[in-house]
């Protein structure tokens, strides 16, 4: 009897998460599928759930017509430009913070740290705005970059000092001791000790800073500076949306998150569960 509550149990649980599965990827099913639709296809009813032949015209026109290569290469350039700056930041600052004589100075700068990130962007994005445009500093992709890592070091760092308040001190006074500097001990014991946070803290920054929209398409306003969000965007205009361009764009777009997730998935778990379990 006990076995067959943990069999119904484990089925229950099983099913739920089929379930949910099954949910999250039919928008992504759609998307891939309306992408090799010919223009005939798209609206015509009923619907069709596989398309009766696969047509990439939509990938062709974006990447022939449409400029989609230099988007890609600017969000390619400005999220692993600003991921690693943001990465560098949050590392030393967070290494800083945890390992600061002062405790109530820690803790008053992780606090300001905490209030930062109960500032709602779009009261920032007007003034940001105009102080920039006087300086001729708008659609500038370096720029960009820059305000998506002041955007996410607060978070970054917060994240980075939790993780080196679990690395125990006596690793680095034995390297000190052993004739290692200050950031020798960073880069050759506290680091690869901490390689699952850092790798979660970069996939966190990289995917944000690929998916933001609204920055993007307030700072950029040239069509060769577009990122692939802003590019996107785009795609709606007033005679109406190009459903097919628009999802093969959707596509090219998830690739890149993908790989990222696929190559540091082990990474990525290995961090966020780190500490989880109290010693």
């Given at each position: 009897?006990k076995?067959l ?12 998460l089929?379930g949910?599965?099954i949910?999250a ?9 309306t992408?090799?639709k010919g ?18 015209e939509?990938y062709k ?7 989609f ?6 969000s ?21 913070l ?8 820690s803790?008053g700068?992780?606090?300001a740290?905490?209030?930062?990130q109960?500032?709602p ?7 940001l705005?105009?102080m ?20 996410v070091?607060a978070f970054?760092?917060?994240?980075s ?5 679990r690395i125990?001190v ?31 803290i ?18 950029l306003?040239?069509n ?5 969000p802003?590019?996107?965007n785009?795609f ?8 097919g361009?628009m999802?093969?764009g ?7 998150t993908?790989i990222?997730?696929a190559f ?10 780190e ?5």
């Amino acid at each position: 009897m006990k076995k067959l509550k943990i069999f119904l149990r484990s089925l229950l649980k099983f099913m739920a998460l089929g379930g949910y599965l099954i949910f999250a990827l039919i928008p992504l099913y759609w998307v891939l599928i309306t992408s090799f639709k010919g223009p005939k296809e798209l609206y015509t009813f009923p619907i069709t759930f596989w398309p009766k032949s696969l047509d990439i015209e939509n990938y062709k026109f974006l990447f022939s017509f449409a400029n989609f290569g230099i988007y890609f290469r600017n969000s390619l350039l400005v999220s692993l430009g600003a991921s690693f700056g943001a990465l560098i930041v949050s590392v030393l600052s967070g290494y800083g913070l945890s390992r600061i004589g002062s405790k109530k100075l820690s803790n008053g700068l992780l606090l300001a740290m905490y209030l930062t990130q109960m500032i709602p962007g779009f009261l920032l994005m007007l003034p940001l705005f105009l102080m920039l445009s006087k300086f001729g500093m708008i659609n500038n992709l370096f720029v960009l970059g820059i305000i998506y890592i002041d955007m996410v070091i607060a978070f970054g760092t917060i994240m980075s000092k939790g993780f080196f308040d679990r690395i125990p001190v006596s690793l680095e006074e034995a390297a000190l001791i052993d004739g290692c500097g200050t950031l020798e001990v960073l880069y050759r014991i506290v680091l690869p000790v901490s390689l699952p946070a850092i790798m979660a803290i970069f996939s966190f920054f990289f995917v944000n800073i690929w998916n933001e929209l609204f920055l993007a398409v307030m700072f950029l306003s040239s069509n060769d500076k577009m990122t692939i969000p802003a590019a996107l965007n785009s795609f709606i205009s007033k005679a109406g949306i190009s459903w097919g361009v628009m999802s093969a764009g959707l596509v090219v777009a998830l690739l890149p998150t993908i790989i990222v997730f696929a190559f540091a998935q082990k990474y990525i778990i290995a961090g966020l569960t780190e500490g989880a379990v109290k010693e």
